[in-house]
């Protein structure tokens, strides 16, 4: 498994925003797709960003589509969550999960059994 680690989370208002990022080690682009997850309060993991190479393995999620866009800094290890006009529905921990890459990867609704590597997680609160 690689090594994976969030950051960047905390406290934002309802309307603000919040950039998160994941580093993977050892991570080969054109062989794993990246994905984001989210745990609310007393819910299960939600699925909301998938990508890979192309954009028939790109999924994101209707809760957060025009809100929350994914890009990849120059590091190629190293991908970021664009979170923008938060919710107090979007409080979770936010988790960043690798594996390895297939056409079924980032097909809806995104299942956690198909990523291997996962961080600890980062909390993104959403409160006045």
């Known amino acids: 498994q690689l090594q994976v680690v969030e950051s960047g989370g905390g406290l934002v208002q309802p309307g603000g925003s919040l950039r998160v990022s994941c580093r993977a080690s050892?991570?080969?682009?054109?062989?794993?797709?990246i994905s984001w997850f989210r745990q609310a309060p007393g819910k299960a993991r939600e699925g909301i960003i998938c990508?890979?190479?192309?954009?028939?393995?790109?999924y994101i999620a209707d809760s957060v589509k025009g809100r929350f866009t994914f890009s990849r800094g120059d590091a190629k290890n190293d991908v970021y969550l664009q979170m923008d006009n938060l919710e107090p529905e979007d409080t979770g921990v936010y988790y960043c999960?690798?594996?390895?890459?297939?056409?079924?990867?980032?097909?809806?609704?995104?299942?956690?059994?198909?990523?291997?590597?996962w961080g600890q997680g980062t909390q993104v609160t959403v409160s006045s």
């Open positions: 050892k991570l080969i682009e054109n062989l794993y797709a």
């Open positions: 990508a890979s190479l192309t954009d028939e393995n790109t």
């Open positions: 999960a690798v594996g390895r890459l297939s056409r079924f990867v980032c097909a809806p609704p995104l299942s956690e059994v198909r990523f291997d590597s």
